[in-house]
Nanobody, 124 residues
Framework: QVQLVESGGGLVQAGGSLRLSCAASGRTSSRYVMGWFRQAPGKEREFVVAISWSGGRIYYADSVKGRLTISRDNAKNTVHLQMNSLKPEDTAVYYC?????????????????WGQGTQVTVSS
């Protein structure tokens, strides 16, 4: 099993910034993909961004390109999501996910493990 713990959510005004982090522990494979998804009230969970083991492959949802930046620290089994120029429509619960191989995907069903989520609220 793999455990994921997210942190860094909170309340911020539009135009502000937040940094989310996710720490993985347990039985991860030697190389694995980490990703972020989000679910806004009344909406389905959607893909945000995913990163390969080396960081050489990163996929962003169009809605966040240029505003969100993902990075990872493999020595600490941690992924970070720097969120800038936040908009009210970014309000959601953000979930960290792990796919236990090194093939980057954007669909929820392709991820094996999930965190509990962290709330991000952007006020207008």
């Amino acid at each position: 099993q793999v455990q994921l713990v997210e942190s860094g959510g909170g309340l911020v005004q539009a135009g502000g910034s937040l940094r989310l982090s996710c720490a993985a522990s347990g039985r991860t494979s030697s190389r694995y993909v980490m990703g972020w998804f989000r679910q806004a009230p009344g909406k389905e969970r959607e893909f945000v961004v995913a990163i390969s083991w080396s960081g050489g492959r990163i996929y962003y949802a169009d809605s966040v390109k240029g505003r969100l930046t993902i990075s990872r620290d493999n020595a600490k089994n941690t992924v970070h999501l720097q969120m800038n120029s936040l908009k009210p429509e970014d309000t959601a619960v953000y979930y960290c996910a792990v796919r236990n191989d090194n093939v980057v995907h954007t669909r929820q069903r392709d991820y094996d493990y999930w965190g509990q989520g962290t709330q991000v609220t952007v006020s207008s």
